[in-house]
């Protein structure tokens, strides 16, 4: 993965040297603390991910960064804490980044425009589970979605509830079949971990019949368009995607990949133990992270306090795993899917009606040909009498002399 991680950077500096609209003193200084960064042994990751972010920087700052003056800098750090296309975890990276790269601008000093940036994490957010995603806007989203690598991603994203960076890392031959559906390994910041998957397994079969490359070390997320087409998909192309789904799904919850991660996290804290949950999200064993989930699931509290009246909560139901099981093939296929993964057979009647309608063009079509070109009739019909003998030679024999007799 080095050597994509490598070709990435590579990409995204020649952006950078490109791009008209960057100031070229503010270029100049990206480039040398990507530079700086990669001696002092950082991560390919966190090297791409700054060389993302700063000309993101530098466009709101609009200013060479060494002649900006703190009021500039309120400027900016105010248009951060306004955005809610990204969530307060990237606002605080944003905001560590820039203090970060000051000091190195100041020789290891932070200047004193920056002094003021806080970049300490507030505890729990104040999200309550009615901010969060939920199956059913999943589900939107997967109606919404209009490709089979969108609805794989937005699938898989929901059921690991994996960092980002734990999936784009991801190749075809990650996923192996398992008795229950597949397996995939992810390697995250605690080391690799296998994981189950249950309801994404027909959308990545899916995805996995059209893709592009069929070896096992192929990235499994590529671009599927006209540009690029086939070449890993960048994290920008990924959030593009999930925001115009989530636009025409009618989502209007934040849907960046950190979201989709805490929205599955609260979820599963209402059937998993502390100590699955930091085996499943990939955190330390012990980590005072799952009690966060915990709290904003109200798990524990909510039973308690209807205990305290005698009241008995309803229990909730186990995880009900959703498959359309096509009639013809007996596949398991994903609740939005139309058509079955195996036998392209409908599966519902919008589709069927949809395959009729398409059907009954086809055979206009036909018609149209036989009367305007008699000759191309004639050659279609002695095709298929062609195809006929090898099956059924008696019959064929028998249309032969309807053809001629009539």
Not at 64 to 93: G, Y
Not at 350 to 372: F, H, M, P, R
Request: with cysteine; charged share 30%; aromatic share 8%.
């Amino acid at each position: 993965m080095v050597a994509i991680k490598q070709a990435l950077i590579d990409n995204q500096k020649k952006k950078i040297k490109d791009d008209p609209d960057l100031l070229p003193e503010n270029k100049k200084l990206i480039l040398e603390f990507q530079r700086y960064l990669e001696l002092q042994d950082y991560s390919n990751q966190r090297q791409y991910k700054y060389l993302i972010r700063l000309p993101i920087l530098s466009e709101q700052l609009a200013v060479p960064f060494t002649e900006a003056s703190k009021e500039d800098i309120e400027r900016l750090v105010l248009w951060l804490n306004q955005r809610d296309d990204i969530t307060d975890t990237t606002k605080l990276d944003y905001k560590i980044l820039l203090k970060r790269f000051y000091k190195w601008i100041g020789n290891g000093e932070y200047p004193e425009c920056v002094k003021f940036i806080s970049t300490t994490e507030k505890n729990n957010n104040g999200k309550l589970p009615e901010d969060l995603l939920t199956e059913k806007d999943v589900k939107k989203l997967l109606q919404a979605a209009d490709h089979p690598r969108n609805r794989a991603f937005i699938a898989m994203l929901w059921e690991t509830g994996a960092r980002v960076s734990e999936l784009m890392d991801l190749k075809v031959g990650s996923l192996e079949d398992y008795k229950y559906g597949m397996k995939c390994v992810v390697k995250g910041k605690t080391g690799a971990r296998r994981r189950m998957l249950i309801q994404s397994v027909p959308y990545l079969n899916d995805w996995l019949k059209t893709h592009p490359h069929r070896e096992k070390d192929a990235p499994l997320w590529v671009n599927v368009g006209t540009r690029n087409n086939g070449q890993v998909m960048e994290y920008r192309a990924l959030l593009k995607m999930l925001n115009e789904t989530a636009k025409k799904a009618k989502v209007s919850k934040p849907v960046n990949p950190h979201h989709f991660r805490h929205s599955r996290a609260t979820y599963m804290a209402n059937h998993f133990t502390e100590a699955q949950m930091c085996e499943w999200f990939g955190w330390v064993q012990g980590s005072d992270v799952p009690a966060r989930y915990v709290h904003l699931s109200g798990r524990d509290i909510d039973s308690a306090y209807a205990r305290m009246y005698g009241l008995k909560e309803e229990e909730e139901e186990g995880l009900e795993v959703e498959f359309i099981t096509c009639p013809r093939c007996g596949y398991d296929n994903g609740p939005t899917m139309q058509y079955c993964g195996r036998c392209g057979m409908a599966l519902n009647m919008e589709a069927a009606l949809e395959a009729e309608d398409k059907d009954k063009q086809v055979g206009i079509s036909l018609l149209q040909t036989i009367q305007n070109n008699p000759q191309a009739a004639q050659e279609m019909m002695t095709s298929m009498v062609q195809i006929l003998a090898r099956h059924n030679p008696e019959l064929a024999e028998a249309v032969e002399e309807e053809k001629n007799t009539g």
